[in-house]
């Protein structure tokens, strides 16, 4: 299996109401030794800071056309403990309830476990803001994806407040 290195981060301005954007980086070595690396990043109008965590994550598992083997970080301990601390088995187990509560972001969650599915990852938290390179390079993609201009819908967020009535 290839050895993938995979960096992530999400930003949201205005949380929970206002614009969001992602940012993966992703690095292979080749068998040469030679470094390759893919920027990706996106954002929607209106969005949560822990969607784009999520989205950083599927962006980039999305875009491996294979099974690799992925070291993949960031700073989102919503993310990595889903997994680490096996909370995703639990959340599955329970049909997507959270003792009582339904899960949030349940969309996303299934789509980052198809897109896990075929590899084999190592869920790493790093400390955001704290000089790691890839993770300060993400945290540069994300919000200067929050800022594009017409940014598409999340669909996953529903009617804004104003809209449905709250």
């Excluded at 949201?12 to 990043?41: F, I, M, W």
């Excluded at 969650?109 to 990852?121: D, G, K, N, T």
């Amino acid at each position: 299996m290839k050895k993938i290195i995979v960096y992530t981060d999400g930003a949201a301005k205005g949380n929970p109401d206002g614009p969001g954007g992602y940012g993966a980086v992703v690095q292979y070595t080749d068998p040469k030794g030679q470094l390759h690396e893919r920027e990706y990043s996106g954002g929607f109008a209106r969005t949560t800071n822990n969607r784009m965590e999520l989205m950083a994550a599927i962006a980039a598992l999305e875009a491996l056309n294979q099974p690799c083997e992925v070291e993949l970080y960031s700073d989102s301990v919503y993310l990595v403990k889903a997994f680490t601390e096996h909370w995703i088995e639990k959340w599955t187990a329970n049909n997507w309830k959270r003792g009582k509560d339904p899960v949030k972001n349940v969309d996303l969650w299934q789509r980052l476990l198809a897109a896990a599915e075929p590899h084999r990852i190592a869920w790493n938290w790093v400390k955001g803001h704290a000089g790691h390179p890839g993770n300060e390079r993400c945290d540069k993609l994300a919000p200067a994806a929050a800022l594009a201009d017409d940014l598409p819908e999340d669909p996953g967020m529903g009617p804004a407040k104003e809209e449905s009535g709250e």
